[in-house]
T-cell receptor, first 117, second 112 residues
């Protein structure tokens, strides 16, 4: 595997279900990101992890819970979601994220298309 | 308030001609800009970037122009090819910031 992979690619869940999205990067990067892309909206940053530490949480509801066990893996745990949470969830990674670092291009996975019924 | 605006949701261009995709931004703290390309069912792919100390960056068929005074950048693709048909996102970032702020994207269709 190369680049950034995400599983599952598609997920349909009810509002009472609990599910997890998985992301893995094979680029040796140290920063990982979760984005949400809703229809006709720009990509919205949700979370940033830098060396496994969460460094950004863009006012995301607690029904989204990220987990980063190491620099290569990132999870997004979902519980009691709402239909308006249906969107494309994209994972990205970059070399490093931080004030001391030069700009890093972010590399994206293919996304998980989530539908909440 | 959208900090990065791509005012054209779609653009159609004949194969071999030039495609020009435009992007405006309002945040004067942005000093690095990126263009991403996205095919259906795939994640965005990094295409080209430009730092605010430059006004032009070129990579093969792709050139990005930055006009800081107008807070405007554009992506030129020449010659356009049918494989360039995709959604193109412009993004801005400030110094020391983790965050990329994206526009809504422009769907480019290159007609054979």
């Amino acid at each position: 595997e190369t680049g950034v992979t995400q599983t599952p690619r598609h997920l349909v869940m009810g509002m009472t279900n609990k599910k997890s999205l998985k992301c893995e990067q094979h680029l040796g990067h140290n920063a990982m990101y979760w984005y949400k892309q809703s229809a006709k909206k720009p990509l919205e940053l949700m979370f940033v992890y830098n060396f496994k530490e969460q460094t950004e949480n863009n006012s995301v509801p607690s029904r989204f819970s990220p987990e980063c066990p190491n620099s290569s893996h990132l999870f997004l745990h979902l519980h009691t979601l709402q239909p308006e949470d249906s969107a494309l969830y994209l994972c990205a990674s970059s070399r490093l994220a931080g004030p001391q670092e030069e700009y890093n291009e972010q590399f994206f996975g293919p996304g998980t298309r989530l539908t909440v019924l | 308030d959208q900090q990065v605006k791509q005012n054209s949701p779609s653009l159609s261009v004949q194969e071999g001609r030039i495609s020009i995709l435009n992007c405006d931004y309002t945040n004067s703290m942005f000093d690095y800009f990126l263009w991403y390309k996205k095919y259906p069912a795939e994640g965005p792919t990094f295409l080209i970037s430009i730092s605010s100390i430059k006004d032009k960056n070129e990579d093969g068929r792709f050139t990005v122009f930055l006009n800081k005074s107008a807070k405007h950048l554009s992506l030129h693709i020449v010659p356009s090819q049918p494989g360039d048909s995709a959604v193109y996102f412009c993004a801005g970032s400030g110094a020391g910031s983790y965050q990329l702020t994206f526009g809504k994207g422009t769907k480019l269709s290159v007609i054979p």
